[in-house]
Each structure stands twice: as structure tokens, then as C-alpha cells.
Nanobody, 125 residues
Framework: QVQLVESGGGLVQPGGSLRLSCAVS????????IGWFRQAPGKEREAVSC????????YLADSVKGRFTISSDNAKNTFYLQMNSLKPEDTAVYYC??????????????????WGQGTQVTVSS
């Protein structure tokens, strides 16, 4: 049974950092596409960052470039989203996701079938 379990969300002041983790069970990382998405109240779910593991092709949303980094530790079967220089507009529920790789697009949320439960990130002073 495929399961993704997130951790690491919370309340942080503007300019602060958080690291989200997504522990995977039911399959081994290293082949699948993995990613992070977020959804703020009243807004659609948006892609934050994804990696297609077979060739390490990476997507990073323009709004988080230079601040967020996606990474994976295949030995721990866990992937991460390091978030630095957080802004109030980063406030959202963050979801991790995984699925078999696609080669026509990289970080489109309907393509992902396995999802974490979501973790709240709130950036506020």
C-alpha cells in the first residue's frame, strides 16, 4: 500500500525557514516523479517543485526560485522541501505527491496519484 506521510509544517516569521519531509512507503524512490504542491484558502492547488527521478529533471515555480529547494534521500525513502526566506504569501497547506514519471510534462498535479495528508505552513509575524 502506497503511503506518503508529511511532517515539518508550522508557524514561522517572515524571513524564516522550514523543512518539510515526506516519508514514502509502498514503493522505492529513485524511479518515480515526486513533488510538492500547495493550496492557499480560496485558491487552486499550485505546483511548487518537482523532480523526475529517472533523469533528475527539476521544476521550480518562479515564485519560489532562489528560496526553495527540493531534494531526495533514497536511502531513507524520504524527500524534502527546504524553504528559506519565507514570505506571508507562502502561507498554504503543502502536499507531497508521487507517481510514475511522465515525459510530456513534469509538475502538473492531476498527473500525481499518491498524495500526503497535507501540512499547514503559516508565515506571519
Amino acid at each position: 500500500q502506497v503511503q506518503l506521510v508529511e511532517s515539518g509544517g508550522g508557524l514561522v516569521q517572515p524571513g524564516g525557514s522550514l523543512r518539510l519531509s515526506c516519508a514514502v512507503s509502498g514503493f522505492r524512490l529513485g524511479y518515480h516523479s515526486i513533488g510538492w504542491f500547495r493550496q492557499a484558502p480560496g485558491k487552486e492547488r499550485e505546483a511548487v517543485s518537482c523532480i523526475r527521478s529517472v533523469d533528475d529533471r527539476t521544476y521550480l515555480a518562479d515564485s519560489v526560485k532562489g528560496r526553495f529547494t527540493i531534494s531526495s534521500d533514497n536511502a531513507k525513502n524520504t524527500f524534502y522541501l527546504q524553504m528559506n526566506s519565507l514570505k506571508p504569501e507562502d502561507t498554504a497547506v503543502y502536499y507531497c505527491a508521487a507517481d510514475l514519471p511522465r515525459y510530456d510534462r513534469l509538475c502538473y498535479h492531476p498527473d500525481f496519484g499518491a498524495w500526503g495528508q497535507g501540512t499547514q505552513v503559516t508565515v506571519s509575524s
